[in-house]
């Protein structure tokens, strides 16, 4: 009898494990939490940052670098991606200490930790889209959906696909491409 009830308490989880990864996307599950959805990068919730950074592109959230990246792109603003992007000295200081905080090696959320699983320790990416990790979890999608897709135009418009981006999720359910729709690997 206990062999037949563990055999089939086994059976049981394997289904509902199995049901969750081909719904997509397994990070979402958090055992003890059912099937709540959960940010897997922490939100931003800085207002200066949002208003600083967001004003000119997606406030990116912190942990998606790591902070040998958040130091070296705020001690070079002055030329951040080919615009003068200074700041008053003392918000500069406030948000890099913000970024640093919160950066990508500072975080217990899941995709920060595989952000960082992904960088060798040598590497200091100032692109999000050039942590190896968010290229390989962009590399089955055809350019067609998104450099060639002009309410996309390239992998940093996050919010263009990932509908839940300000929040913190980045999860498969969430990713709306324009024109195309819901996004399934």
């Known amino acids: 009898m206990k062999k037949t009830m563990v055999f089939g308490i086994s059976i049981t989880l394997a289904l509902v494990f199995g049901w969750q990864v081909a719904q997509g996307d397994d990070d979402d599950w958090r055992f003890g939490q059912s099937w709540k959805r959960t ?34 792109m705020m001690g070079g603003l002055e030329d951040h991606f080919g615009d003068n992007a200074e700041l008053e000295p003392d918000t500069q200081t406030a948000l890099t200490q913000y970024l640093l905080n919160n950066s990508a090696d500072s975080s217990d959320y899941r995709r920060s930790r595989k952000v960082m699983r992904s960088l060798a320790s040598n590497q200091t990416p100032l692109r999000i889209t050039k942590v190896p990790y968010i ?51």
């Open 39 to 72: 940010a897997d990068v922490a939100p931003i919730n800085n207002p200066v940052y949002i208003e600083e950074c967001g004003s000119c592109h997606m406030a990116f959230p912190p942990g998606l670098l790591p902070a040998r990246s958040w130091e070296k």
């Open 135 to 185: 290229q390989h979890e962009h590399d089955e999608i055809p350019a067609r959906m998104v450099s060639d897709n002009t309410d996309v135009g390239s992998l940093s418009n996050c919010m263009a696909c990932h509908q839940q981006a300000d929040k913190g999720s980045f999860s498969e359910r969430d990713i709306n491409i324009p024109g195309y729709g819901s996004w399934d690997d």
